[in-house]
């Protein structure tokens, strides 16, 4: 595939206001300690605070459902940023990363004037968390500026275009940050209970997926696992961006030996690896000082307390004896199981993917070899080089080529490719 920069090609042009998308640092993975598997206990899997809301609980024939069987639903008022919609959250039942039930939670918003099974947009937001407090169903209705979706101009483009929308807390009930392949899961499960829900109206919707950052990653992981684990979803398009794909090597790159400005983000992602794989990663049993008392302040926390508490820090400062978790097979065992380059699977939709060539955030080689072997098993691959030098600059620069082109396969039209 030439991956040379290249304009958009996504077919006719639509009237988009320029909308700006937010974003995070990437979500990424970083060893924090030696680890031979240990027996699991509440006191080393790292869960989170829950929510003080009976919505998310679990029923007791949770195992009896199916995936994106709905549990429970409920009308909310509409959040802040949003007009001319109707907003409802729907409870739904998922699989996590030891194929054991979970109970996702998905927020639609539904447009006032749209038309019966017209386009459905599963949207996957920047979580960079391992509060639950974070996840968009409740972080939508924030006054907190840090945790407001700064991609509400964007997201009422398209609402305004009769398209309703989606948007999944994708890392999942324990807030499982790092753990790409459940993004994936809890994305199709929460599609599922979307078309599910009557008063949505969205049953034989067409279906796209988009998302930048960890949310462009829960989107790719989507795109990757639909063909078998979701293939009653009408998925026509996936659009993503900035998507980490190689979760070893991001973890080589970010504090890993040496102290980084972004390593919370590291220690938040070992964190979420913990909650979803306690028997192979427990963490705590191995933390320095300095690793517990971080790990304190990082178990509930947003992007920002993230940032702050681990700037500076690294890997072998927070574990004992400065050993690290990826000298343990089984530890890099599961965290190559979430590394979407790693995986098998081809898409069946066609993908439009975006990046910036010199982002230094994530392993853009990586972004590289997933889509040239795309192109290889036959997929229809369109991809954006932005000129923009980094990370944050590019999530923006790819928003309308993105919604272009997720217009133009709900349209019916043929998908482009420059592999």
Known sequence: MNLSTVRSTTGVRRPWRRAVVGTAIVSLVAGLISAAAGTASADNVSLPTP????????????????????IR?????NPPAFVGVRTYQVAFRSTDSQDKPIVGVTTLLVPTTKKPNGPLLSFEHIVNATGLQCAPSQA????DPNLAIREAPALNVVLQQGWTIAIPDHLGPRSAYGAAKLGGKVTLDGI???QKFAPAGVRKSKVGLAGYSGGGMAAAWAAALAPKYAPDVNLVGAAYGGAPMNLIKMAEGLGYNNPHPAFGLAFAAAIGFSREYPKEIPIQKYLSGLGRQMYR????ACTNDILRVGAGHSAKQVALGGEQIFENKEARRVVSENSLSLYPGIPRVPIFEWHSPTDVLIPVSSITYTINRYCRAGARVQTLLTPSPDHLSAATIGVLPALNFLTDRFEGRPAPSNC
């Open 51 to 70: 929510l003080r809301d009976r919505f998310y609980d679990a029923p007791r024939n949770l195992d009896k459902l199916e995936n994106g069987d709905i």
């Open 140 to 143: 939508l209705w924030t006054e």
């Open 297 to 300: 302040e990082l178990r509930n």
């Open 192 to 194: 599922r209970a979307a």
């Open 73 to 77: 639903a409920r009308n909310k008022p």
